[in-house]
């Protein structure tokens, strides 16, 4: 830990500055106090640091950053003098060193966010010193008016020494001044302006004002200069560049008043000029740090959508944009396998490959994430514009990045938006794009994918599910449906198996197609299994209770999903549910896919042997959909197979096809050899449902039998 870390402001409780705050001020002091034209001792000078460096350090750690108190700061050191030619440098070299070594805790913020809050902090600094060293300009610059003015009114009666106020005043003042006549031609300057021209007051004198053009002016700075001497305005101020005479450019605040005799006539042009070159070059570098990504020198996210909202805007130039948003595949594999500075090397070696592709005029490459860039395109062509910049780009990517004497594989995903400007938002191109490209990621990575508003709707109606399952489990927006379960050999009631629901309160009824995955990815799969366990298991106890079935019990049936197969409280949960309803083991039937039950291994199995062993009946769900590894059913804990509808559909026609006959003849005989029941997933016709009996399967579900419904239609079904 850097020395200081442990003295940190948030640290102290007691009104005393803390450790970390009192020594950034001491060496804050130490830099700048030499150059202070201040009446302070160096002890006050260093208490008011301290109040200053206590606002830094609080708007350096507020959970909404604002950097508004880095102007405070800025006005406060003019206010305390601070204003030698060095100081603000001196002042921002400070706090670039050492405002984060002793006035945060690196724990607090990540190293990147913690550098861009400083680096706006000093461009508040900055910011607030100028304007404040720019009122003080005023002020002064308001006194030599009055000053000026005061020669002239009272020359009659004082005329030798208004001149010599006026001339003490004239050549030693610390700005430029210059005279001249209403024409425009100088009069006089003093030693300041000569030296900020780099020259002495000769080569300035004479010279018409009207001719000092700079390819930078607005307009708006000769209409008010033509304006003033005409004498309809009393005054103006801006920033305006002159050309030197060496091809430097002189940067100034310029300020211009008209002075009037006795009578209110225009005599003469009185001008003050403010050197702020270097404090310019200084806003211009903490501006580019506060655009720019520090590793990649790439224009960072805040600038990207600075431009992007720019081409968005109505009325702006470009009618089109195109956007190729681009995440690095496997990138964490190698922050985790190599280390963060292995990583770094590579991010800079994929935006020099990258910076190849996205080079031409309205074009502009980011980093706007970790490993998340995006080409932002200006106009293009055509859509193939920006489809080729996307294949070009992985192109230059396809050869490997040369990293510390390794060769590391790079692949990435792009999404691509296009279109035309007025019907785009900013927020909109960025979600489509971040969509699109996750998109091209679930392919298989290492291509573009193109936007489309039909998958963006989906994708957002699945993000929309996903954020409203957890409330949907507790506001009871789920029910099930069930679909009977029937004895082949005579046609009688079996069970039935329990599917269940989402009454959607946007969408309608949600099947579990649509909302099942999104559970299992989350993790709700859980707690929403249990409770559709909860509540089958009751109502399988309710069919009981009134005899529905006859003299042998209805039996439930209930959907695993995988992640509920490797829940390590599967066993214990099911048993106190079967305890609590009353319901025998025997009566429930556990359902898990074929994909999910024969790729466990014996120590995933071991629940369902357990269970299986307790009783439960454990059934074989969508069996030849997945491995149909014929030769793993005996190691397996199952008792009922369940035949997927792909195998019975040929059976629907007349004649029914006779391979799918031998397909299920060959499957039945197998699974009876295995003491395996059958049930029969799909019937839909008769002809279909005395075929299946005839080869001897033991029951079956489908439409011909019912559609899923309310439990109470369970009796009216068969």
């Known amino acids: 830990m850097p020395s ?5 402001p948030h640290a102290d409780v007691s009104g005393e500055p803390p450790d970390g705050l009192r020594r950034f001020a001491t060496i ?3 830099a700048v106090y030499p150059a202070t034209a201040t009446s302070m001792t160096r002890p006050e000078f260093e208490r008011l640091l301290v109040s200053l460096a206590r606002r830094l350090s609080d708007a350096l750690r507020a959970p909404r950053f ?13 206010a305390a003098h601070c204003t030698a030619p060095d100081a603000l440098t001196s002042v921002l070299g400070v706090v670039d060193s050492y405002l984060l070594l002793y006035c945060l805790d690196p724990a607090e913020l990540p190293a990147e966010e913690a550098r861009a809050r400083c680096a706006r902090l000093q461009h508040a600094i900055s910011a607030g010193f100028a304007r404040a060293l720019q009122e003080r300009t005023r002020s002064e610059q308001e006194a030599v008016s009055v000053a000026a003015l005061t020669a002239q009114s009272e020359m ?18 610390a700005l430029g001044i210059s005279i001249a006549d209403m024409d425009g031609t100088i009069l006089d300057v003093n030693d300041a302006l000569a030296q900020m021209f780099g020259g002495s007051g000769t080569h300035i004198r004479s010279r018409n004002i009207l001719e000092w ?10 209409r008010m200069q033509r304006e003033l001497m005409r004498g309809e305005r009393e005054h103006y101020h801006m920033e305006k560049a002159y050309s030197r005479a060496d091809g430097t450019v002189l940067w100034t605040n310029l300020t211009v008043s008209l002075l009037r005799d006795a009578e209110g006539r225009p005599r003469y042009m009185l001008a003050m000029v403010e050197d702020v070159s270097e404090r310019r070059l200084l806003h211009l570098r903490l501006r580019y740090q506060a655009t720019h990504d520090a590793l990649t020198d790439l224009p960072n996210r805040s600038l990207f959508f600075e431009r992007l909202e720019q081409a968005l805007a109505t009325g702006s130039a470009p009618t089109r944009i195109g956007l190729c948003y681009l995440d690095l595949d496997g990138f964490k594999a190698v922050n985790d396998s190599l280390g963060h500075a292995v990583g770094d090397q590579l991010l800079i070696g994929v935006a020099e490959r990258l910076q ?10 980011a980093r706007i994430g970790g490993d998340e860039f995006v ?7 055509s859509p193939d514009a920006v489809t080729d910049l996307a294949e070009r780009a992985l192109e230059a990517l396809s050869t490997p990045v040369e990293v510390g004497g390794r060769e590391l594989l790079v692949r990435a995903s792009i999404g691509i938006v296009e279109g035309a400007t007025e019907q785009l938002t900013s927020a909109e191109v960025l979600r489509s794009a971040d969509i699109t490209m996750y998109r091209a990621k679930a392919e298989g990575g290492n291509r573009y994918a193109v936007a489309d508003p039909d998958s963006d709707a989906r994708a957002i109606s699945r993000h929309h599910l996903t954020h409203h399952l957890p409330a949907a489990l507790k506001g009871a927006e789920f029910f099930i449906e069930y679909q009977p379960l029937v004895k082949m050999e005579d046609g009688s009631l079996e069970g039935a198996e329990a599917l269940v629901r989402w009454s959607h309160p946007r969408h309608g009824v949600l099947g579990p197609d649509r909302f099942i995955p999104l559970a299992e990815h989350t993790g709700l799969i859980v707690p929403l299994g249990r409770w559709v366990l909860q509540e089958a298991v009751q109502q399988a106890c309710q069919w009981q209770v009134r005899g529905i079935g006859g003299p042998r019990p209805l039996k439930v049936n209930v959907n695993l999903s995988p992640r509920q197969l490797h829940h390590p409280e599967l066993v214990q949960d099911t048993i106190a549910v079967l305890e609590e309803a009353g319901l025998p083991p025997s009566s429930l039937c556990l359902e898990v896919t074929e994909t999910a039950m024969i790729s466990a291994d014996e120590n995933e199995l071991r629940p369902l042997r357990e269970l299986a062993e307790l009783g439960v009946g454990i059934a074989l769900d969508d069996f030849g959909t997945g491995y149909s590894n014929l030769a793993n059913l005996r190691r397996l804990p199952a008792s009922t197979l369940k035949l997927d509808r792909s195998f019975t559909q040929g059976l629907q026609r007349d004649p029914a096809d006779p391979v799918d006959l031998k397909i299920v003849e060959g499957i039945v005989s197998l699974a009876h050899t295995l003491r395996l029941s059958v049930t029969v997933e799909g019937v839909e016709t008769s002809a279909q449902a005395e075929q299946l009996r005839e080869l001897g399967c033991d029951s079956a579900q489908g439409w011909f039998y019912a559609r899923p419904g309310p439990p109470e239609r369970l009796p009216e079904a068969v």
Not at 356 to 365: F, I, N
Not at 375 to 381: R, V
Request: with cysteine; aromatic share 6%.
């Open 375 to 381: 080409a932002l395109l200006l106009d293009p062509q």
């Open 28 to 30: 804050w002091c130490r």
């Open 66 to 78: 604002d950097p508004s108190p880095g102007r405070a700061v800025g006005e406060a050191l003019v």
């Open 4 to 8: 200081g870390a442990a003295d940190l």
């Open 356 to 365: 190849t592709c996205v080079s031409g005029p309205g074009q502009m490459l």
């Open 213 to 222: 053009t700079h390819p930078e002016d607005s307009p708006e700075v000769w």
């Open 156 to 173: 009659a009666n004082a005329l030798h020494e208004s001149e010599t106020r006026f001339r003490t005043v004239f050549k030693d003042a």
